[in-house]
């Protein structure tokens, strides 16, 4: 199947730092979804972005398909942004389902 | 809107037991997905249902695990005999339908967190 790979693995900000998270997909891809997870267990849909860009209050997020890479920007951090961002990727061709990355875990610290 | 429902919550069961989750998912979402969820890990599709038909269930491990869709509505997965390495949480999604586009934006229930002993 396809491959999602997502960096950094592990990243400790200051509250109202800012931040660039990636994630590295294989194949060609129809469907890219951005996840937060939150400490709770909780994830929750941020982006679905298979190409170009959006932006929802602080974060953002950006996909060049033909590169096979997306960004995910958060700007001046809380600690409520806490928790671990997961990309997302359902490839063009075969299997019809959502390849999970191993995610970034986010720890912002005030 | 009310969101995707799952329970119990918690389960805590011996190894070769059974053990049962339920979900409920948002009202109007033909689409419907069980992931497990490893610690440290990305959720892993087990099964997706479009209504009440299975569309992919190849990643499930079908000699101990089953799911059902009855009604195209609430699901359950059922894992008899649960192994020790079935411990993860089990997250329920849904999806309006399964086709390109917005629609396919998926939301997760809470999940159900299950530890063999």
């Known amino acids: 199947g396809i491959q999602v790979e997502q960096s950094p693995p592990d990243l400790i900000l200051q509250e109202g730092a800012n931040s660039t998270l990636r994630c590295n997909f294989s194949?060609?891809?129809?469907?890219l979804q951005w996840f937060h997870q939150n400490p709770w267990g909780q994830l929750i849909n941020l982006f679905y972005?298979?190409?170009g860009t959006k932006q929802n209050g602080r974060l953002s997020a950006t996909t060049v398909a033909t590169e096979r890479y997306s960004l995910l920007y958060i700007s001046s951090s809380q600690t409520t942004d806490s928790g671990v961002y997961f990309c997302?990727?359902?490839?063009?061709?075969?299997?019809?389902?959502?390849?999970f990355g191993t995610g970034t875990r986010l720890t912002v610290i005030p | 809107e009310a969101g995707v429902a799952q329970s119990p919550r918690y389960k805590i069961i011996e190894k070769r037991q059974s053990v049962a989750f339920w979900c409920n998912p948002i009202?109007?979402?033909?689409?419907l997905y069980w992931y497990q969820q490893i610690l440290g890990q990305g959720p892993k599709l087990l099964i997706q249902f479009q209504n009440n038909g299975v569309v992919d269930d190849s990643q499930l491990p079908k000699d101990r695990f089953s799911a059902e869709r009855l009604k195209g509505v609430d699901s359950t997965l059922k894992i008899q005999p649960a192994k020790l390495e079935d411990s993860a949480v089990y997250l329920c999604?849904?999806?309006?339908?399964?086709?390109?586009?917005?629609?396919?934006?998926?939301?997760f229930g809470p999940g159900t967190r299950l530890l063999v002993l």
């Open positions: 972005i298979p190409s």
């Open positions: 999604a849904s999806s309006e339908r399964l086709s390109r586009g917005l629609q396919e934006t998926q939301y």
């Open positions: 009202s109007g979402h033909a689409t």
């Open positions: 194949d060609s891809v129809n469907n």
């Open positions: 997302a990727v359902k490839a063009r061709t075969g299997a019809n389902n959502l390849f």
